[in-house]
Each structure stands twice: as C-alpha cells, then as structure tokens.
C-alpha cells in the first residue's frame, strides 16, 4: 500500500516519468483501497469523479500485485485504449516485466476459414463489398493478431466484417480447417498465459453463460476483477441470461448450410430447397411485424394469428431442414455444426414461444430488415451473485457514475452486491469556477407537443454565445431528427448529426471545425472524451427517462409494484439519474476546461423527485438567468478564483 503512495504521490515515480501527470489524493485513497481489497479478498465499489484518473488507480495496485488480473471495461474503444496507451505507459513507468494480453470476442478477430469461403463463393451485393474483401486479402497476409481494429480504414459496421468473421454458431472450433492459423485462439492462449488481462463486458457475461451451459471456461481463472465503467454492467448482463432468436441467425444458417452443402455433400439436393424455404419463411415472418422499427411485448405477438402462423412456417422449415442434415450427418463438419445449430435453435424457439414465467420477461423488437425474439430474466441478481461466486478472486467495480446521491444501493440491488463495502471520491475539478449550470426559465412541460422546437429556440442565442461548440444531447431519435431540421439555417457553424456518418468520423469532424455542433442521443451521452475549447457547451433535451414503452421496463415497473415497491423512485429515477451524470458529464473532462452545461427540463424544479438529480450532479454554480451564460462565455479563461458570476451564483 506504501508502493502506491510513493508511486501516484506528488513527488512520486509518475510525476517523474510521465509528461502531465497531475497527482490527486483521491487517486491515491483509491489506489491504496483497491490494493487493500486485492490483498485481504472481498468486493469493493467505487465511484470515483471525472479527473481523479481512476486508471492509473487500478492500474497501479493491479500491477504491483503479482496478481492474475482481469480488467473489464464498458466498450472495444475503451478496452482498445486502455491496451494500447494507458496500460504500456503504467507498465514502462513502473518497469515490471508483467506479461499482459487484450483478449476481444470472436467476432473481432479475421476468420481464415470464413475469409477462404467467401472468397471462395464470390457472390458479395456490391462492389464496394468487394474492393472491402480485397483489402482484408492483403491485410490477412500481414496481420499477427487477426483484430479488424487495425483496418481502420473500414468501418466496423460495414457489411464485409460478418462474412469473414466467426459467431458462436457458425465456429467450427477444433474441427477447422484453419485451426491452426486461428487468431482467435491464439489471443486465448495469450490470455491464458498473460498476468493481467484486458476484455470488456460482453466477453465477462459470455463467460458466465458460457459456464452455466457446460462449455468451460472462456476467461482464465483470475485473482481479481476489475470492472471498469461498471454502471454498463447490470444491463449487458441481463442481455446474456436470457435468450435471443435473430432474424439474422435463422438467414445466416440457412446461407451457411447450403454452402458446406455444395462443399461438402451435394448429392441430397432436397437440402438446398430447404435452406431456400427457411430463408424465405423468415422474411415472410419479418413482413408480418409491419414497416415499424419497434420494441414490444410478447403480449402483442400472442394476439396476432399472422405473427404466430408466420412463426410456426419457421419453426417447421428449422425442424425440416434438421431432419434433412441428420440424412447426411457425418459428411463434413461444417454440415455437422449447421445440424447443431439447428437443434439449438429449435430448443431456443421452443423456450421462447412456452407459456410465460413470472420470472421472465418476453419481447420482441424489430430492425429495418430483421426482427429478433428475447427472453430476458426478470432479476439478475441472484444470478450474477452466483457466477462471481464461482471465482475465488477480489472484485472492485468501478466508474464516474455509480452513486446517486452519496448511495450505491440502486447498483447494490441489481446485480446482488449488497455485502459490497464502498467508497465515493468527488471529482477534483473546480466545478464552480469552471462550469456554469443553466436552467431556463418558461420552456413547456416537456410532454408538450412544441416542447423540441422550445428547445431549439432557447438553444440559438446560446450556441450565438458559445460560438458553437456544444454538444445537444437527445433522450429520443424523434426529438433529434426534429431538431436537427429546426437548426438549419438558424445557426452559422457547422451542425453534425447522429446517424449522418459514423460516431467516430463526427468526432473527428467536431474536434477538427472547433466550432461546430452535434447533435446526438444515447451514444453519445457517455464513453464521449472532447476536451478543451472545442466542446464548451452541452445542452440536454429532457431528463434521461428510459421509454416508458419498453417491454423490459414495463414488465420490471409491474413486477416492482406487485412487491408493494415503488418502481419510479425504487428503479426509473435512480437510472435516469445515473444517465443524466454521464450526459453532464461530457462537459468538464480537464483541469484547464471551462463551460456551460443547460439542462432544458423544468421538472428538476418542479417535481419532488428533481431533488435526487441535483444531489447526484457535480457542484456546479447554478443560474437561470440567460445574462449570466452570456458573461460566462465572455469571460476570460483566466478569470481569478472566487470572481465573477459563477462565483456569486455558487455563493448563492
């Protein structure tokens, strides 16, 4: 515990060797709590404040251990950047020789196999697809890790990437022919061997699902878990307890199945009739949901004759074409583990369509061209309880926004952690000199059909003031789109729009103009690092309710009400709480960084519960005088400490 003092201190190793490095007694305190867990055993929580530079603090402590580690993170892009800069600059500045290892799922890593039969096949549904496939050629003759994210040049969502890359229905495992070139294997094997690991959420659920159905284990035994942006947890979690049917599961096994039917077999053409049936009767079944992008309960599905007789065409097209691959089991592998997921499939269907539990949730939800079909559990906690129970280790959870208020419970009682001990640092930021927060006056009850064009007219003569660069963040796609029509022409700096070209790009964009302003919803509200000048104001729509038509919610809020709980203080608020700290939280990301943040919603002041948002918020000056945002902005940035409106406002 000395070690982390004389390492993160201010006379310490990091100060010394890191260009910057700013040492924070509460990095610190947190370094020495978290050395203290991995040492005694048990689990801790955290919430540490933007600034305090929780990374190094875990980081620290997990490497001076000695200890097998796994850290989790909440996104690719933060594990990618926890990998590739933070963890070498920890490792060189301390100079442990500790063997590390990033470790993604299947779906990260180039499949040799897949990228030989589609080159194979030949047909792709453009030629942009092509000139994609070609590129990956190349770049799978140089590549040592196989991960896509090192052909930056194409987007992760473009469409090549699933046909050269594997699921965990179509992996061959053992039995591939490409076996033996196969990254992801090798990056296990990695992390096998590795003292420290780095993977994200998804890759820590899988695992534990994994387990439960008798697969082994896919993480190595550890020591102790870190997981970092912890508030992502409870909702990926409950994603992988469930179960999920695809409309794209069902179309991508029967394009599988016919093509090791012609590489394998080839004399029962009965099956190549089959796969075309199948695929048909799952677009037949998508037709029947209607053009809506929507979510709904299984409740709407159950009353509707064409729903379940379109269901029912595919139920039986999957039992058919099963029946046709046991004719020919034992021809080829491929064609052995088409079989098997066909018979996962029709187990997974049939749970699905059972008479519903009271501990389980039904839904559905339709995309633009595909549909998928869930089972998701009521409560994880138990759940969760048990899988962390099945590894020995320590576990720290820990993220800028855990706490609402100053309590942990609402986090405790998702995933079952209420044995936790717990810690809460505060950001080290001076928030009252460096951020103003406005709360206009006179905009309708957010409810109110002109509410999003209000916004946007409060919204002009603050961008005027901000001279753009401002972030306006949406609880709806509807709410963005709207507003994106009422700001052309209103304002004179660039406007980018969520949806308009990839996340990654408009970031790129928006730090490069310097004055521009995004608009965007929920992914843009965390996981988002602008700092300086660039990003001086956020302005946020309404409170981060989550929709009040979504099925899991529903189902949740009833289940709550039954108990006698009170599921909009016990469930709803604390989560919108926790998201609207993350949304405020794009505003202040350094010492040096100065802004305005308004948040639109007048139900913080009018409403009872408005007082659990501003107790979760940062200390920051508060207005709602328009004047004062406008001084605010033509202030300089070195206005001296305990001057000025901000100051006078905070006194207030």
Avoid at 248 to 257: F, H, I, S, Y
């Amino acid at each position: 515990m000395d070690d982390t003092y004389a390492i993160l201190g201010p006379d310490g190793l990091l100060s010394r060797t890191i260009e910057g490095f700013t040492s924070r007694p509460q990095q610190q305190e947190m370094a020495r709590r978290i050395a203290r867990v991995m040492e005694r055993g048990g689990v801790l929580i955290c919430e540490a404040g933007t600034g305090i530079g929780k990374t190094f603090a875990y980081l620290v402590p997990a490497l001076l251990s000695g200890q097998k580690v796994i850290i989790s993170t909440g996104t690719k892009n933060l594990q990618d950047q926890l990998f590739h800069r933070d963890l070498p600059l920890i490792r060189k500045a301390l100079a442990l020789p500790t063997n590390v290892a990033l470790l993604k799922g299947r779906a990260n890593y180039l499949c040799p196999h897949r990228l030989e039969l589609t080159l194979e096949e030949g047909r792709l549904q453009s030629r942009e697809m092509v000139d994609q496939l070609m590129r990956i050629q190349r770049w799978a003759g140089k590549t040592r890790a196989g991960d896509i994210a090192e052909l930056s040049v194409l987007p992760e969502e473009a469409p090549i990437w699933p046909l050269v890359t594997s699921t965990s229905d179509n992996c061959l495992g053992a039995d591939c022919p490409s076996f033996s070139s196969c990254h992801l294997q090798e990056a296990r094997r990695r992390a096998q061997e590795a003292d420290l690991v780095v993977i994200n959420h998804h890759l820590l659920c899988a695992d534990f699902s994994l387990k439960e159905a008798g697969f082994g284990d896919l993480l190595p035994q550890a020591d102790c878990f870190i997981i970092d942006e912890a508030h992502q947890l409870p909702e990926v979690a409950s994603n992988f307890f469930g179960i999920s049917v695809s409309g794209r599961q069902l179309l991508d096994l029967a394009k599988d199945t016919e093509v090791e039917y012609l590489r394998e077999a080839g004399d029962l053409k009965e099956v190549a009739a089959q796969c075309d049936k199948m695929a048909k009767a799952v677009r037949d079944l998508r037709l029947t949901f209607g053009v809506d992008i929507r979510r709904g309960p299984w409740s709407e599905l159950a009353g509707n004759k064409h729903v379940l007789a379109a269901l029912q065409q595919v139920r039986g097209a999957l039992s058919e074409l099963a029946g046709l691959l046991r004719v020919i089991q034992g021809r080829g592998k491929g064609l052995d583990s088409c079989l098997a997921r066909c018979q996962q499939l029709e187990s997974d269907l049939d749970e699905l369509t059972k008479p519903e539990s009271e501990e389980e949730i039904r839904w559905f939800e339709t995309q633009r061209q595909s549909f998928r079909l869930n089972l998701t559990p009521m409560e994880i906690s138990g759940l969760f309880r048990e899988r962390m129970e099945r590894y020995q280790g320590s576990w720290v959870f820990t993220s800028a926004t855990l706490a609402v208020g100053e309590s942990f419970r609402h986090f405790q009682r998702q995933l079952g952690l209420d044995q936790a001990e717990s810690a809460l640092w505060g950001s080290p930021f001076d928030y009252p000199q460096q951020a103003l927060w406005y709360l206009p006056k006179g905009l309708p009850d957010p409810s109110a059909a002109d509410y999003t064009a209000a916004v946007v007219e409060e919204a002009v003569p603050i961008l005027e003031a901000s001279r753009g660069r401002a972030f306006m963040l949406f609880t709806s796609h509807r709410a963005l789109r709207q507003a994106a029509e009422l700001l052309k022409g209103r304002i004179q700096f660039p406007l980018l729009v969520q949806g308009s070209a990839p996340k990654a790009e408009l970031l790129n964009r928006f730090r490069e103009h310097g004055n521009a302003v995004l608009l965007g919803t929920s992914s843009f509200w965390e996981g988002v690092d602008v700092r300086g000048e660039a990003l001086s104001c956020v302005i946020i729509d309404k409170l981060p309710f989550a929709s009040p038509g979504d099925p899991v919610l529903q189902a949740r809020i009833s289940a709550l009400r039954k108990r006698g709980g009170n599921p909009f203080m016990e469930y709803q608020v604390p989560q919108a709480a926790i998201a609207l700290k993350q949304g405020a939280g794009r505003l202040i990301r350094d010492v040096r960084d100065r802004g305005v943040l308004v948040i639109c919603d007048r139900r913080l002041l009018k409403r009872g519960y408005g007082q659990t948002f501003l107790d979760s918020m940062p200390p920051m000056a508060r207005t709602r005088d328009p004047a004062d945002v406008v001084r605010f902005f033509a202030q300089s940035d070195d206005c001296e400490p305990g001057s000025g409106p901000t100051a006078e406002k905070n006194r207030e």
